[in-house]
């Protein structure tokens, strides 16, 4: 009985992962070319850039693309003097996580990573009436979702491939 009961929550944790896919991001983030000096900085949690825009540039030096600013993989770079905060639009690989507070009980959902590292948490479709707040009525515990207060939804958890 003890091993139909380990072999059903095992199920029920393979089940709870909706689907692996690769998902769109962009972010800001700064980055400068101290001296004129060539500076690189990994994009945590992207597989691969798919755009690096200036928003804002911030050295008199000129940024312009593929020359003084540019992207590798899940790399960007900045040279000659170029200082700008950038937006980033990257894919990275996320998985779509069902988790449900039935009849307000608080529920922890593991998350199988395989082997990949969590880097965030969204809700991406609620499904219950009660509110679902990041951080209030569901968090990440290590590799695990928990939800409370009647929060029930789809979470998007995002990975790095580090």
């Given at each position: 009985?003890?091993a139909?009961?380990?072999?059903?929550?095992?199920?029920?944790?393979?089940?709870?992962?909706?689907?692996?896919?690769?998902?769109?991001?962009?972010?800001?983030?700064?980055?400068?070319?101290?001296?004129?000096?060539?500076?690189?900085k990994?994009?945590?949690?992207?597989?691969?850039?798919?755009?690096?825009?200036?928003?804002?540039?911030l050295?008199?030096?000129?940024?312009?693309?593929?020359?003084?600013?540019?992207?590798?993989?899940?790399?960007?770079?900045?040279?000659?003097?170029?200082?700008?905060i950038?937006?980033?639009?990257?894919?990275?690989?996320s998985?779509?996580?069902?988790?449900s507070?039935?009849?307000?009980?608080?529920?922890?959902?593991?998350?199988s990573?395989?082997?990949?590292?969590?880097?965030?948490?969204?809700?991406?479709?609620?499904?219950?009436?009660?509110?679902?707040?990041?951080?209030?009525?569901?968090?990440?515990?290590?590799?695990a979702?928990?939800v409370?207060?009647?929060?029930?939804?789809?979470?998007?958890?995002?990975?790095?491939?580090?």
């Amino acid at each position: 009985m003890l091993a139909f009961k380990v072999l059903m929550c095992s199920l029920l944790v393979i089940a709870s992962i909706l689907s692996m896919t690769s998902a769109t991001t962009c972010t800001d983030t700064q980055l400068s070319s101290s001296g004129y000096r060539y500076n690189s900085k990994v994009i945590i949690g992207a597989t691969r850039i798919l755009t690096m825009d200036v928003r804002r540039k911030l050295s008199q030096s000129s940024c312009n693309s593929g020359y003084s600013y540019g992207h590798n993989g899940n790399t960007i770079w900045v040279n000659h003097g170029c200082r700008a905060i950038f937006t980033i639009c990257y894919e990275g690989i996320s998985a779509t996580v069902s988790c449900s507070s039935n009849k307000f009980q608080p529920a922890t959902c593991p998350i199988s990573t395989g082997g990949k590292h969590i880097v965030g948490l969204e809700l991406k479709q609620q499904i219950s009436s009660s509110p679902c707040v990041l951080d209030e009525s569901f968090y990440l515990i290590g590799n695990a979702i928990r939800v409370i207060d009647g929060c029930r939804g789809l979470f998007r958890v995002k990975f790095a491939n580090y």
